[in-house]
């Protein structure tokens, strides 16, 4: 069964800094785009980085500057490192393809707030 598992969310003070981790069956991981999103309470699950299976990456402007996204195929685990945190970064993280073809996982919740 195909799985996505997000994890690395934490309460954080505005400045500071997270990195996430999500780990994909290696059918899926091996072959796709894959890319975080994020989804704050009430809002629709936007797009916030994705990266192709060699290594390069998009960052949506909203991010650009302080997030990066990386991956790791040997371990069929997908980063993303989250510096200069900002209240509106709130939100609940998600990992999936670029084409959000997989089953949703639970997520991992980043919270800024001092």
């Known amino acids: 069964q195909v799985q996505l598992v997000e994890s690395g969310g934490d309460l954080v003070q505005p400045g500071g800094s997270l990195r996430l981790s999500c780990t994909a069956s290696r059918s899926i991981f091996s072959v796709n785009v894959m890319a975080w999103y994020r989804q704050a309470p009430g809002k629709q699950r936007d797009l916030v980085a994705h990266i192709t299976t060699t290594g390069v990456s998009t960052i949506q402007n909203s991010v650009k500057g302080r997030f990066t996204i990386s991956r790791d195929n040997a371990k069929n685990t997908l980063y993303l490192q989250m510096n200069s945190l900002k209240p509106e970064d709130t939100a609940r993280y998600y990992c999936?393809?670029?084409?959000?073809?997989?089953?949703w996982g639970q997520g991992t919740q980043v919270t800024v707030s001092s």
């Open positions: 999936n393809t670029i084409l959000r073809n997989v089953p």
